[in-house]
């Protein structure tokens, strides 16, 4: 059955999300708040003028962050869900890492032989907020790509390492379902390199170039600048991308802003927890020594 | 409906003016002081348990029950304003107020079978993942119950009276009720009517009222403090709330239709239900028939929740599963109706929890064995006997296969292939 051209819009996958501007990590802001790390507080600008919170938890901890809808929120759920979250902080330690780095988790599993199991992969997306929050997981397999969705705080977790802690030009990488497999495959003996302190998170600027059409849903829509194509099928799907292609007038619109984003005062509050937290840990880890 | 609205105001008290326009509109503000007498009845019929009509999918049109408004109009609030003498005179006032909950407490009967306790007035917060000691993820709803008052409470005489002329007559027999509050506000803004409907119970005016239908050994002296301890946890709840009110709705998002297909020819037939009755037996629509209308903003309840977690200093309680209604409205929670699920063998508190029963100091938050606590090491499962005998057996299989076991055709062809 040949459908008109104009339901082709609608294929999408259930796990991508549509995000037509460009990346927020990518950034110059960001990447001027990312070039030191959390314990030079001094270099780092605050995140509100005055405030000791440095700038770069917004990016550092994302998932600390609150849904954005004024008619969903409530402000001791989501205090009671903090707590809940820095309580599972104090016993696993989630490090910093963004999409595009490298991971491994290690998983308790009732069905493996050795009650393990642990997975390497890129990581293509980080969403959700706070309890809910989560990280897809992608890697190459005997020629198969696998992908995992692990909850961050789900108990069954036992370590999270970040064998290579890098940026990318997009925050998801789900386009990797249609690049040649050697953009998403890593060995599971992969060693770690390991990042020192007080360095930028370097941005790995890689440009993916992807296989000829078919693909999985139409990536040219929505304006990722990590991949390259050799051409588009026909004209009509040109001038579709014309249609689709992110409005002048939405850069002007400040309530579209405001819905979408936290004002940074309740950002301030979500982040002073945490705040409090690293330097008790920091602490710790100065008795040690 | 004037029927049903002179019966609901007779309730109250004869007394009580309606006005001559009963139609969707009501009459505005009626301030008459004198008019409406206060003899322990409550005005306000927002909810009750068991009443209500049977299952019908037409919207209610709404009637405000308060034939007394809670808040004044804005004009007049400007000429109300206090000044500083007079705030301090009501704040004496205040010192003075006579509780009832100074003379001695009514004696305490234990539960039985045949109880119906109070529910609770609360506030739905959120929804969020919680993880029980098995690894599973469950979802629980989190209920908040905010600053919750007996405003007052009525033996099964009292309340026989309030409804001798209603529908409710043949089911309160041995009944009794209570009107609780929650979230107190400000009585500055509030007409006098309004305020002096808590005098009695010496509290401060609250901005959510509904009575509750309670057997009279479970009837709690007015002005009391209801609890999120009045339920433990592991205990069942029901939880009711309208659901979220979605107004005039089509077939398709209403009743999940499938609707008419987009293309080949069809003409204004993408979103429609198609027939409804034809041939020669049913040419008529039937009833109950799946048509468009109103979708939602009715009252459901929600049965045998447990209750995972309970958070004493906000009063919060964690309910495993979910209800209707969206985050930030108004819910009510009960004991189940569920009889495996009643707890006679652990009573609860009765008539409901006070502080002062406490023997031991209680923690700050209680949890069922079940449910994971966040702060505690990860979860790790065992290696059990079963695990190891099943790998011993797979080991053997796999030496013996390929030497005893003659390979079978299918596995020939794969091989070649």
């Not at chain 1, 304006?223 to 991308?241: E, I, M, N, W």
Request: aromatic content about 8%.
């Amino acid at each position: 059955m040949a459908l008109p051209s104009r339901f082709g819009i609608r294929l999408i996958s259930p796990f991508f999300v549509p995000h037509r501007c460009d990346s927020i990590l990518a950034s110059k802001a960001a990447q001027a708040i990312l070039r030191k790390d959390i314990k030079d507080v001094e270099h780092v600008p605050p995140l509100v003028p005055g405030s000791e919170i440095p700038a770069s938890y917004r990016y550092i901890y994302p998932d600390f962050l609150a849904l954005p809808d004024i008619k969903k929120r409530n402000k001791l759920a989501e205090k009671l869900n903090r707590m809940d979250m820095l309580r599972r902080r104090s016993v696993m330690e989630i490090p910093e890492f963004y999409p595009g780095s490298v991971l491994a988790v290690t998983t308790s599993d009732p069905n493996a032989p050795n009650k393990t199991s642990r997975f390497v992969g890129i990581c293509i997306c980080r969403g959700g907020n706070q309890l809910l929050s989560f990280m897809i997981l992608r890697n190459v397999i005997d020629g198969l790509g696998c992908e995992i969705k692990y909850d961050l705080y789900n108990p069954t977790i036992r370590k999270i390492e970040v064998l290579k802690l890098e940026r990318r030009l997009d925050e998801q990488l789900f386009y990797l379902r249609d690049a040649p497999p050697e953009h998403s495959t890593f060995p599971f003996d992969m060693e770690a390199t390991p990042h020192p302190e007080g360095l930028a998170v370097p941005l790995n600027e890689t440009v993916v170039h992807l296989n000829p059409f078919p693909w999985k849903t139409r990536w040219e829509l929505y304006g990722f600048r990590g991949f390259t194509y050799d051409f588009l099928p026909s004209r009509k799907v040109v001038r579709k991308a014309k249609v689709l292609a992110p409005l002048e007038w939405e850069r002007f619109d400040l309530m579209k802003k405001y819905r979408v984003q936290i004002p940074l005062e309740d950002q301030e509050e979500m982040f002073k927890d945490i705040l409090v937290h690293n330097c008790g840990t920091f602490e710790k880890k100065r008795r040690r020594r | 409906m004037a029927q049903a609205l002179r019966a609901l105001c007779g309730a109250f008290g004869s007394s009580c003016r309606i006005g001559n326009s009963l139609g969707a509109k009501l009459p505005g503000p009626v301030r008459t002081e004198s008019a409406i007498s206060f003899s322990g009845s409550f005005v306000n019929v927002d909810f009750v348990r068991h009443g209500g009509k049977s299952h019908s999918h037409r919207r209610q049109v709404k009637i405000n029950p308060y034939h007394i408004l809670p808040e004044i109009p804005a004009v007049e609030k400007t000429q109300e304003r206090l000044t500083e003498e007079n705030a301090q005179f009501l704040q004496q006032v205040n010192a003075d107020n006579v509780s009832p909950l100074k003379a001695p407490p009514p004696e305490r009967k234990p539960f039985t079978y045949w109880t119906k306790r109070t529910g609770l007035i609360c506030k739905k917060i959120g929804v969020i993942p919680q993880w029980l000691t098995n690894g599973r993820r469950i979802r629980c709803s989190v209920v908040q119950v905010i600053d919750n008052h007996v405003v007052s409470s009525s033996a099964p005489e009292e309340f026989a009276k309030q409804y001798n002329a209603s529908r409710y007559k043949p089911k309160v027999r041995n009944v009794g009720c209570m009107v609780v509050g929650a979230e107190s506000i400000d009585p500055t803004n509030l007409t006098d009517d309004y305020v002096k409907l808590f005098e009695p119970a010496g509290l401060q005016p609250k901005r959510k009222l509904s009575k509750f239908i309670v057997t009279p050994d479970a009837l709690v002296q007015p002005g009391t403090a209801l609890r999120a301890t009045h339920f433990r946890t592991g205990d069942y709840v029901d939880v009711g709330a309208k659901t979220i009110d979605h107004g005039f709705q089509g077939v398709m998002k209403r009743w999940k239709f499938k609707g008419g297909p987009a293309t080949h020819g069809a003409t204004k037939f993408h979103r429609r239900p198609g027939s409804i009755g034809h041939g020669a037996h049913n040419s008529k629509v039937k009833k109950g028939k799946k048509m468009p209308g109103f979708m939602g903003g009715k009252y459901q309840m929600q049965r045998c929740l447990q209750i995972m977690r309970m958070n004493r200093t906000h009063d919060v309680m964690y309910i495993r599963g979910t209800f209707p209604g969206a985050t930030n409205s108004w819910c009510y929670v009960f004991d189940t109706v569920a009889r495996s699920k009643r707890p006679l063998k652990n009573p609860p508190p009765m008539p409901t929890h006070y502080p002062e029963d406490d023997v031991t100091p209680h923690s700050e938050e209680t949890f069922v064995p079940l449910l994971f606590q966040l702060d505690k090491p990860t979860i790790e499962f065992e290696i059990t006997e079963d695990d190891l005998k099943k790998v011993r057996t797979g080991a053997k299989t796999a030496q013996k296969s390929p030497s005893k076991a003659p390979p079978k055709a299918g596995a020939k062809v794969a091989g070649k292939s």
